[in-house]
């Protein structure tokens, strides 16, 4: 069956360190991968789109790869700061599905000052 | 910037009544989207609508749910008798064509 798996445990990183998060799936085919952040009691706000054809992706201080030989994303914040303390979620578009996504659970992101 | 507005934001109901959850979403996107979450859980897909029909539906999307589009403006989420697991934060998410998805803040549904 397919899989999303993202790091379930709270990733706790210094203020000013660069954050890595990791989303892996398996049985699976996207046109593209999205990374989201997700507030406590709040919407799925969109951060990045990454492509099959698409390697890297940036958009200031993040930088989404993508790896469909490995099946993995890779999803970095450089220069964190507190405010970026957050769930960041990845989802998948599945092909020839009427654009649904399916989630990742998540990982949880601390970052102290 | 313009957002997906959602209504009520807190939904506190009776088992087995009927609710009816509102969205708005952004004004020139043609496809629409129904998830919920479940405290603690993933955010799990529900239906997409586009161009007035149900594209995809998953399968907790049964036949007690339904969605319509009752003007230019709104997108609705109707479950017709709801169910103690029926308690979830849903969320409607709306796309310009397809592929990046905008969420709305999503409405808190309670079912006792």
């Known amino acids: 069956s397919q899989k999303i798996e993202q790091n379930s445990e709270a990733l706790n990183i210094q203020e000013g360190k660069t954050a890595t998060l990791t989303c892996n799936y398996t049985?699976?085919?996207?046109?593209?991968l999205q990374w989201y952040r997700q507030d406590p009691g709040r919407g799925p706000v969109f951060l990045l789109l990454?492509?099959?054809?698409?390697k890297e992706k940036r958009k200031e201080r993040l930088k989404v790869t993508f790896d469909t030989t490995l099946k993995q994303s890779l999803f970095h914040i450089t220069a964190s700061q507190p405010a970026d303390s957050a769930t960041y979620l990845c989802?998948?578009?599945?092909?020839?599905?009427?654009?649904?996504?399916?989630f990742g659970g998540g990982t949880r992101l601390m970052v102290k000052p | 910037e313009p957002e997906v507005t959602q209504t009520p934001s807190h939904q506190v109901t009776q088992m087995g009544q009927e609710v009816i959850l509102r969205c708005v979403p952004i004004s020139n996107h043609l496809y629409f989207y129904w998830y919920r979450q479940i405290l603690g859980q993933k955010v799990e897909f529900l239906v997409s609508f586009y161009n007035n029909e149900i594209s995809e539906k998953s399968e907790i999307f049964d036949d007690q749910f339904s969605v319509e589009r009752p003007d230019g403006s709104n997108f609705t989420l109707k479950i017709r008798s709801t169910k103690l697991e029926d308690s979830a934060m849903y969320f409607c998410a709306s796309s310009e064509w397809g592929e990046t998805q905008y969420f709305g803040p999503g409405t808190r549904l309670l079912v006792l």
């Open positions: 049985n699976y085919s996207p046109a593209y």
């Open positions: 990454i492509r099959e054809n698409e």
């Open positions: 989802a998948l578009d599945r092909q020839n599905a009427g654009n649904m996504l399916t």
